[in-house]
T-cell receptor, first 113, second 115 residues
């Protein structure tokens, strides 16, 4: 079954520093991969997705992720963290059925001044 | 443009009570989903629907029921509330068109406590 593992339940960075949130996937078929962000007391919002084609995908708010098949990874990065980036981030992979997603456990990003 | 709307936002139930969590979307999406979110556990799929009249179980369906009589609405029912069902519940929808099928749009959640 398709699954994702997010390394690090909490990540802390200084404002202006590089953000790196790690996600590794397990899939028996070519996966569709997603990153979602959740701000406090809100639902999840799509940051970016990989389906086919270019392996480096750009999303909203300056985030990007690279699909690396050889490493089964889909890490999320942002060159310079902003205070407003503090949130919970979820990596997700498509299920075999093609209808739904399997989510990781999430990584809470803290941005310090 | 409301998107996915969930009601209520908060609710406290007593053990054994029943309730229905409402979800409606105005994007004409065929696919709809119910998830529960527990601290440190991510989102678990409870039920999903690929169109009116069609529902299917997700990973954690026990203790819940759903129906899908219209494209817009996808209510989730708890028949006999148990403390283990204390959670935040999210409804989502997606568009089956190519390239959009798995991009899910989420509501703001219902925070449910069962005491």
């Amino acid at each position: 079954a398709q699954s994702v593992t997010q390394l690090g339940s909490h990540v802390s960075v200084s404002e202006g520093a590089l953000v790196l949130l790690r996600c590794n996937y397990s899939s028996s078929v070519p996966p569709y991969l997603f990153w979602y962000v959740q701000y406090p007391n809100q639902g999840l919002q799509l940051l970016l997705k990989y389906t086919t084609g270019a392996t480096l995908v750009k999303g909203i708010n300056g985030f990007e992720a690279e699909f690396k098949k050889s490493e089964t990874s889909f890490h999320l990065t942002k060159p310079s963290a902003h205070m407003s980036d503090a949130a919970e981030y979820f990596c997700a992979v498509s299920q075999n059925s093609g209808y739904a997603l399997n989510f990781g456990k999430g990584t809470s990003l803290l941005v310090t001044p | 443009n409301a998107g996915v709307t969930q009601t209520p936002k908060f609710r406290i139930l007593k053990i054994g009570q029943s309730m229905t969590l409402q979800c409606t979307q105005d994007m004409n999406h065929n696919y709809m989903y119910w998830y529960r979110q527990d601290p440190g556990m991510g989102l678990k799929l409870i039920y999903y629907s690929v169109g009116a009249g069609i529902t299917d179980k997700g990973e954690v369906p026990n203790g819940y029921n759903v129906s899908r009589s219209t494209t817009e609405d996808f209510p989730l029912r708890l028949e006999l509330a148990a403390p283990s069902q204390t959670s935040v519940y999210f409804c989502a929808s997606s568009d089956p068109l190519p390239g959009h099928i798995l991009v899910q749009h989420f509501g703001d959640g219902t925070r449910l406590s069962i005491l």
